[in-house]
């Protein structure tokens, strides 16, 4: 069980009020989250005493390069990598994906294949499209808008030996879906040598994350969505990294990681996101008990940070289950994806819905008024939106639960939605 308040006195904006001290609600994560103060310290910290580029023979560069190289370590232990040097930092995941699509499309010939999905965020879409240009055939998995999972025999059946690469998100940004990675990778092997690219953004706040174990051949994610700055990250197998020819300046490194790692990185980011990593194993080892440690995660953090996201997962579970329960009291509230709670291990904890007389924009604004944070419109994920139907009408409401909420923030949302949607009526 997570000490909420706790765990909310290590959140500085959670304390930030309105002018009548009313505190704000934040649900706004799927958007990106809010930062533990270590992560504030570790940022102002590193701009005092780190402040450097990388490289020199003084001490506040060689503070920075090993503040880098411990960073790599802490997000190999988030994702269970098998070696720090398979980790590239970015600026977010959109740019980090867009670089390596066309560094391997020089690996690419016409006629080979790229499979898409419509569940997927636009991130994980529009840099593959962009191959297109070069020949490259781009075919499309749909998913069933009824219960929003991705369709795996459509998927099956668009494999052959001409795919190159499946791109696939880890959770819907939009409606929540958790994809089956597992089986996912299995299906493309079976049928294929494709690569498999794997967009965890979503997905990273609220669950494990085990790369190993998913089989994947690269996965993105972005510390700003799980309690960090504003930086990505990307996993890739070493052996795949090396052979993928990176745009870089000459004098850049010729081997992964710095040879994708172009320019000078937020190096102020990543000494947040090594902080962000503490955090977590912190949150791992004070509330993480009811999970049985898992005895093959080394090193020792390893094992921290799944039980931490195990305990986060449980904990989100719960508040998800309040909010589906109230919002689908409210009546002419539409809700998207799966609303059964035998399958809420399918799901995260993001809820996408719409009401039959107030638009989406409507709806946020009049909760943003009540210091109450969500997002509308389609959050990028287009092909989501359009597929169930929502583009011309403004998309849908979207209110993500992150671990820091608690249930009096859900019962709050709920009853500003059914005081607007009486009023209404
Ligand atoms: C599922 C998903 N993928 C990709 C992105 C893009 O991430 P970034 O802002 O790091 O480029 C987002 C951002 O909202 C997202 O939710």
């Known amino acids: 069980m997570l000490n909420l308040s706790k765990i909310r006195q290590q959140f500085p904006a959670l304390k930030e009020t309105d002018a009548q001290g009313q505190p704000y609600a934040f649900f706004d994560g799927p958007g990106g989250t809010q930062v533990p103060h270590q992560v504030i310290t570790a940022m102002n910290r590193y701009l005092t005493e780190a402040n450097a580029n990388h490289g020199g023979h003084f001490i506040t560069s060689q503070r920075n390069d090993q503040l880098i190289e411990t960073t790599r370590q802490a997000m190999a232990d988030f994702l269970n990598a098998s070696a720090a040097k398979e980790i590239v930092f970015g600026q977010n995941m959109t740019s980090l994906t867009f670089n390596l699509s066309r560094a391997m499309s020089r690996l690419f010939q016409p006629g080979d294949e790229i499979i898409v999905t419509n569940l997927d965020h636009d991130a994980n879409i529009s840099p593959w499209l962009a191959l297109e240009e070069q020949g490259i055939i781009i075919k499309w998995v749909d998913f069933d808008v009824t219960d929003c999972r991705l369709d795996l025999t459509q998927l099956?059946?668009?494999?052959?030996?001409?795919?190159?690469?499946?791109?696939?998100?880890?959770?819907?940004?939009?409606?929540?879906?958790?994809?089956?990675?597992?089986?996912?990778?299995?299906?493309?092997?079976?049928?294929?040598?494709?690569?498999?690219?794997?967009?965890?953004?979503?997905?990273?706040?609220?669950?494990?994350?085990?790369?190993?174990?998913?089989?994947?051949?690269f996965l993105v994610c972005s510390a700003y969505k799980f309690f960090g700055p504003h930086i990505g990250v990307l996993w890739g197998r070493y052996d795949l990294l090396e052979q993928i020819p990176a745009y870089k300046v000459r004098p850049a490194d010729d081997n992964p990681p710095g040879k994708f790692e172009t320019g000078t990185q937020n190096h102020e980011g990543i000494a947040g996101t090594n902080a962000t990593i503490a955090y977590l194993a912190e949150l791992g080892r004070t509330y993480g008990q009811s999970f049985a440690p898992d005895p093959t995660c080394y090193p020792?953090?390893?094992?921290?940070?799944?039980?931490?996201m195990q305990t986060i997962m449980h904990h989100e579970r719960e508040l998800f289950t309040t909010l589906l329960n109230g919002l689908q009291t409210i009546p002419e509230v539409t809700i998207y994806g799966l609303t059964n709670s035998a399958e809420f291990a399918e799901r995260c904890p993001t809820l996408a819905f719409t009401h039959a007389k107030f638009s989406p924009t409507e709806i946020a604004a009049y909760l943003g008024e009540r210091g109450i944070f969500v997002w509308n419109g389609h959050y990028y994920a287009i092909t989501v939106i359009n597929r169930l139907g929502l583009a011309e009408s403004g998309g849908a409401v979207r209110v993500g639960l992150a671990h820091y909420n608690t249930p009096d923030e859900i019962e709050r949302l709920i009853l500003a939605v059914r005081e607007m949607a009486e009023r209404g009526s």
């Open 300 to 308: 020792a953090r390893r094992g921290e940070l799944k039980q931490a």
């Open 156 to 217: 099956t059946d668009s494999l052959s030996e001409k795919t190159k690469l499946v791109a696939v998100g880890y959770a819907s940004n939009a409606v929540g879906t958790i994809n089956p990675i597992a089986k996912i990778v299995e299906l493309v092997r079976q049928k294929s040598s494709a690569w498999v690219w794997v967009d965890a953004v979503h997905y990273a706040p609220h669950g494990p994350i085990d790369v190993q174990a998913l089989g994947c051949d």
